[in-house]
C-alpha cells in the first residue's frame, strides 16, 4: 500500500463506501461524490481490468471500451506489478 494514500481522510472515504448497501445507494453516493467524467473513467478501468484477465487484446479492449491505449497499459501494470486489488474484487464477483 502506498503510504502517501493512508491518510485519515482516505480512511473516512473507504468507512463510506464499505457501508453502502445497495446498488442504488452506490448510484447516490458515488454521483454525488464524483463527476461522471470521473466516474465513467473509474468504470471503463475496471472493465479494462476484467477484459485483460480474460485474455482480450489491447485493440480488442480499445474497440469495446474506448480506453486508451495509455490507460490500458496502466491497468496492465496494476495486474502485474500492483497490489492484486483488481483480482481479489474480479474474483469474487465470479463468486
Known amino acids: 500500500m502506498n503510504k502517501k494514500l493512508k491518510t485519515d481522510a482516505v480512511d473516512h ?3 463510506a463506501i464499505l457501508c453502502l448497501n445497495t446498488r442504488e445507494e ?3 453516493f458515488f454521483e454525488d461524490l464524483c463527476t461522471i467524467n ?3 473513467s473509474l468504470s471503463q478501468r475496471f472493465e479494462v481490468a476484467a477484459m485483460l484477465k480474460d485474455g482480450n ?3 480488442e479492449i480499445a474497440d469495446k471500451t474506448g480506453a486508451s491505449t495509455a490507460t490500458i497499459s496502466r ?4 495486474l502485474n506489478y ?3 486489488g483488481y483480482e481479489m474484487v474480479l474474483a469474487r464477483l465470479e463468486k
Open 13 to 15: 472515504l473507504f468507512d
Open 26 to 28: 452506490c448510484y447516490n
Open 38 to 40: 470521473e466516474l465513467l
Open 57 to 59: 487484446t489491447y485493440l
Open 75 to 78: 491497468v496492465n501494470r496494476s
Open 82 to 84: 500492483g497490489n492484486d
